[in-house]
């Protein structure tokens, strides 16, 4: 599977004090599906289909990172981004 790289993303897990860094699209859309540590609205859902668009080729690296950090901040989910 090709990887789909970005500048990495590091966010609060479902484990008090654990981080995860977040370095990718397959990254995001695993943490998304299967870690995410809040509820689930419009934006995670949102930030799914974008890592689904991205392997599809139909919307870029930088806008699927861009909703994946639009979903955290959504929920309130500690995000620190690398610049």
Do not use: N
């Not at 008090?16 to 419009?42: C, Q």
């Amino acid at each position: 599977m090709r990887k789909y790289p970005f500048r990495s993303v590091t966010v609060a897990t479902k484990e008090v004090g654990r981080y995860r860094t977040i370095t990718s699209v397959e990254e995001a859309g695993e943490f998304l599906a299967h870690d995410w540590p809040a509820e689930k609205g419009r934006t995670h859902l949102k930030a799914r289909i974008a890592c689904l668009d991205v392997m599809e080729k139909a919307i870029g690296v930088s806008a699927a990172r861009e909703a994946f950090i639009e979903a955290a901040k959504e929920s309130d989910i500690y995000i620190q981004e690398e610049r």
